[in-house]
């Protein structure tokens, strides 16, 4: 073989090596990563996403950049992303109004997160607890549930809205308990906790880490934890579930999802970095410091735990006569 045939030989096993480099795309995250959300900038939601972002973006080697577009429920940073390419680059994180409340709750609008998005994982699940002015003698909820019954529709309790995580709680525990309480809706949930400080209405559900100062200084009595878990800094709260088997709370997490078909390598890619931050001792240690603890769920395992919360809601919506706001 000639020297030319020889070098052409050469060039052509070259480009056959290269092809298939050339096929695949850049590594993932080859720049920075959008992070919409429905949470207004500096609220808790916010301050909880920078924290597990952070490391999160110094170990993918690109900035994450939480882009806040608040709206309709978490619906507008919800629709943005359903718009996005799936490649990555445009996450969401919110609550879990739009994937399990909203289908009931609206009548415009139909989204279908489980269609329109990729559920990667939780991140996060706030400490929330049932707590009443002092004026309110209850101890405990076996107290709170006795005084409720010995006046049936004048115990009345503060929620930041008809459809809320609250409401449905509240909703359910009279289901399963079959006292009658009286719903007092506000649009902010300070605003809420404000008045039960006052004594008016004297019952509440509450985010801990918003009363956890109102508790200290004792205007606040906190009587049952909401979720299946204690909250170390108030050892001797029980959960709902140990007054009333069975219980179980609507979602109250944050989440991060992508745009439908996002590639599986992509979402277990995620899905690891995020598991990876929430293991971090300076993580935990700031989620607990504003009353949060960190969850993380496999991607098919968190797809099927928001069907089943949404059928929780359903039945409770079904069963407490709530009717569509809008």
């Known amino acids: 073989m000639n020297r030319a045939l020889r070098t052409l030989a050469r060039c052509a096993a070259a480009a056959a090596l290269a092809a298939p480099l050339a096929a695949f795309p850049q590594a993932y995250p080859s720049k920075p990563i959008r992070l919409v959300t429905e949470f207004i900038g500096g609220s808790g939601g916010d301050s909880l996403l920078r924290i597990i972002m952070a490391p999160m973006s110094e170990s993918m080697g690109q900035p994450i950049v939480v882009d806040s577009h608040a709206g309709a429920g978490g619906l507008v940073a919800a629709e943005l992303v359903a718009r996005a390419e799936p490649d990555g680059y445009t996450l969401l994180a919110g609550a879990p109004n739009v994937h399990t409340v909203r289908p009931y709750l609206s009548r415009a609008n139909p989204f279908d997160s489980l269609k329109e998005l990729t559920p990667i994982t939780p991140v996060a699940e706030p400490f929330m607890a049932i707590v009443v002015n ?193």
């Open 134 to 326: 002092p004026v309110v003698p209850a101890k405990n909820l076996k107290e709170l549930i006795d005084y409720a019954r010995s006046r049936p529709g004048k115990v009345a309790y503060a929620t930041s809205g008809i459809g809320s995580t609250f409401h449905l709680d509240a909703e359910l525990i009279q289901m399963m308990t079959g006292i009658k309480l009286v719903q007092v809706p506000y649009k902010a949930l300070q605003q809420a906790m404000a008045d039960v400080v006052a004594g008016q209405p004297p019952v509440s559900f509450a985010l801990a880490g918003m009363v956890r100062g109102q508790v200290a200084e004792g205007k606040l009595r906190p009587i049952a934890m909401v979720g299946n878990e204690r909250y170390s800094l108030w050892p001797g709260v029980a959960p709902i579930s140990e007054t009333i088997p069975d219980f179980e709370t609507p979602a109250a997490w944050t989440a991060l999802f992508g745009p439908a078909k996002l590639p599986a390598p992509l979402v277990q890619r995620l899905y690891s970095e995020v598991t990876k931050s929430l293991d971090n001792p300076a993580v935990k240690a700031k989620l607990a410091s504003i009353g949060v603890e960190p969850r993380s769920m496999p991607p098919e395992q968190f797809a099927g735990h928001i069907r089943r919360q949404k059928e929780l809601v359903g039945r409770i919506v079904k069963a407490a006569g709530i009717k569509p706001v809008d």
